[in-house]
């Protein structure tokens, strides 16, 4: 237990460190946080009709035109107001997913890995199994034939076709943890298994699930985008990133009225370079720690 609580301020010491040498990937990390909070503040004061009701007089209008500062759609929809919508949906969804992955993951991982066996052997049979499957395909499949389809039935999807690669890297440090000499000390004093798990090896994979945690945020917003971009992702009716972009479809929309999809590939672009920055400035923590 003093280990675990040990651990957390070093790591904290660690992250301050880093981000303080790496001006750059501070400004990303400012910059998102205040992009996100923007977002979700933003989406909470935009009225249900601007973005849902048809108004076919105010259709295509232009950025700065009527009140509507990035133009409407084909439909008089506000740009706006759906932009604000459509991130806060997308990041909710990519906030759950990931949060439930590296639960199921992280716990995962940590038992196979300490425990081994055959359990351990014929779940990560499972595992190599799973990871070759084809994830989007299978979404799609179940996306069109659960009845009821809504955005917490697209985060429990995408839950259950996401967690076996993370089972697998924290498999991996697991066994690296277990047979080293603080492990082997605690098995000796008779501590248990379940304190040893969570109160020692957990904690010294704090740095390593905080690296995945931000990069699969970046996947999940990847593809949770890609599948409503296709048709197969939040339903018609709820606002996404990706709906927006396929806009862009239409090659009329595309050239002649760009206004109505380039700022949901912004916003999509620019998640993805900070989250890169910020990740990049993680990960050499997470080496770091694993060198000591």
């Known amino acids: 237990m003093e280990k675990a609580k040990k651990n957390v301020p070093t790591l904290r010491n ?8 790496d001006q750059v990937a501070q400004f990303a990390l400012i910059l998102l946080a205040l992009i996100t909070i923007a977002i979700f503040i933003g989406a909470l004061f935009v009225p249900r009709a601007s973005f849902t009701d048809v108004n076919i007089m105010d259709q295509y209008l232009a950025p700065m035109t009527d009140g509507h500062i990035f133009g409407t759609d084909n439909g008089g929809k506000d740009i706006f107001a759906l932009l604000l919508v459509a991130a806060r949906n997308s990041l909710t969804i990519a906030f759950f997913v990931t949060v439930l992955i590296l639960a199921i993951g992280t716990i995962g991982g940590l038992v196979t890995g300490y425990f081994g066996g055959k359990f351990d052997l014929i779940f990560m049979r499972f595992i190599d199994f799973m990871t070759i499957l084809p994830v989007m395909m299978i979404i799609i499949v179940l996306v069109t034939v659960v009845p009821n389809y809504n955005m917490w039935t697209l985060i429990v999807i995408m839950t259950l076709l996401g967690w076996f690669n993370t089972v697998r890297l924290i498999r991996a440090r697991t066994l690296v943890e277990t047979n080293r000499d603080y492990v082997r000390a605690s098995k000796t004093s008779g501590t248990s298994n379940i304190k040893i798990i969570f109160r020692e090896i957990f904690p010294n994979l704090s740095s390593l699930i905080i690296v995945e945690a931000t990069l699969m945020f970046a996947g999940n917003i990847g593809l949770e985008t890609s599948l409503s971009f296709l048709g197969f992702g939040l339903p018609a009716s709820t606002p ?35 989250i890169m920055l910020i990740g990049q400035a993680l990960r050499r923590v997470a080496d770091q720690r694993q060198a000591d």
């Not at 992250?15 to 040498?21: A, D, I, N, S």
């Not at 990706?242 to 206004?259: C, F, H, K, S, V």
């Open 14 to 21: 660690a992250l301050k460190r880093e981000f303080k040498k």
């Open 240 to 274: 996404s990133l990706g709906t927006l972009i396929n806009y862009a479809t239409d090659p009329e929309t595309m050239t002649a009225r760009p206004w109505v999809w380039v700022p949901a590939a912004v916003v999509i672009l620019l998640y993805t370079l900070l």
